[in-house]
């Protein structure tokens, strides 16, 4: 029987509501090196070039839509902890706002957020909805030409280690969704949940780089093959081993 279930998302959850994958052919990211986007040394050489960056990405959401699967996650918290002694907690790699536009709550983005903005000079984040440049003002210490995108770079350190640590410490079930299992420190979160005791199931296309350390996987877009687990679980409160045809 489950009690906690940690739920770690990326890109892929939300490749069906029109935010393309890191590693597509059509996404943004393609038409830029990601050493110029996504580090803080490519923000150093060229400001300008890494806000407009994130500008565009920020602005594109504003036409996004939850699918199923993000929909799924969201009917799982608030029901599971109806029946079972646990609670869901959803971590994500993703910097879009699906799971809040879902009503998903306290959502952990370890991987920062398009929808706010990071100080370097008070460290103050907070959130943000327009266009930033080199010339905005901080709403916090009032000073200009400090903020900068509050997403986690390559290179930096994820938000929320400990808290997150702690969640998969305490997991029985441990539910990773659309990533590809390539980018550390999330990619090894399975195998310490594993280490803890938790049954491990992952939800992709394909099976991911980390596929041994999952005890099953559930292969196919996300928007089928989540809202059926999670339809089974709340009915049986158990794991379902094969996506239905
Ligand atoms: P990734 O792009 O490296 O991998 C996406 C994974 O999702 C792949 O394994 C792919 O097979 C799978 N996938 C694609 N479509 C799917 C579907 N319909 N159903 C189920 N699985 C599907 O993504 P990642 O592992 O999250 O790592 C990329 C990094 O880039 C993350 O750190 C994230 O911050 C960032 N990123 C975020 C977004 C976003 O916010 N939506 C988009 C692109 C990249
Ligand atoms: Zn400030």
Known sequence: MFDNIVILTGAGISAESGIPVFRSETGLWEQERVEDVATYDGFVRDKKKVHDFYNKMRLSLADKQPNAAHLALTRLQKEWPKTHAGKVSIV???????????????????????????????????????????DTVCENCNSRGHMRPDIVWFGEMPYFMDEIEQLLSKCSLFMSIGTSGVVYPAAGFSQYARSQ?????????????????????????????????????????????EPKS
């Open 92 to 134: 994500t790699q993703n910097i879009d706002n699906l799971h809040e536009k879902a009503l998903s709550e306290q959502v952990i983005h370890m991987h920062g957020e398009l929808m706010s903005i990071l100080c370097e000079k008070c460290h103050a984040s907070y959130a943000f909805a327009g266009e930033s440049s080199v």
């Open 197 to 241: 005791g938790a049954t491990c199931i992952e939800f992709n296309l394909e099976q991911s780089a980390v596929v041994s350390n999952f005890d099953w996987g559930l292969y196919g877009k996300a928007s089928e093959t989540v809202p059926a687990f999670v339809d089974h679980l709340l009915k049986t409160g158990e794991a379902l081993k």
